[in-house]
């Protein structure tokens, strides 16, 4: 009898060793975004700044009247049919939709929509 129970408190013991060291490991991951982490934003393009493709950037402005900045670099980008255009053919004064995060302080946009 004293064989089981050194047993099964050996075996709890392991069992309380891994799941620590599984629960340490998932919390060093790196976060991953999700859906929560997307923000949306509409109003006019102001602007669009394709001087550095690298940084390829477009500024709207809000119901508010205040001016939001998205990095537009890897966006996906469409019309209002939702048929593929490119970021030059937006321009100043159409109405759009932003799909976007925030990283490192930058509004990342990952989809812009013109809107009817």
């Known amino acids: 009898m004293n064989k089981i ?4 408190i050996g075996l709890i013991s392991v069992g309380s060793l891994c799941f620590a060291a599984d629960q340490g490991a998932m919390a060093s991951k790196p976060k991953v975004s999700s859906a929560a982490d997307l923000k949306m934003a509409s109003g006019t393009v102001d602007a ?11 500024i709207i402005k809000g119901a508010d009247n ?3 900045t998205f990095l537009a670099t890897s966006a996906i980008v469409t ?3 939702a048929k593929a255009i490119t970021l030059s053919q937006i321009k100043t004064g159409e ?3 932003v799909k976007y995060s925030i990283k ?4 990342e946009a990952s989809m812009i929509a013109l809107t009817k």
Request: glycine share 4%; no cysteine.
């Open 104 to 107: 490192n302080g930058i509004n």
């Open 48 to 58: 669009v700044n394709l001087t550095d493709p690298a940084k390829s950037e477009i």
């Open 95 to 97: 109405n759009i939709k």
């Open 5 to 8: 129970i050194i047993a099964l």
């Open 79 to 81: 019309d209002a049919n």
């Open 66 to 68: 205040n001016k939001l």
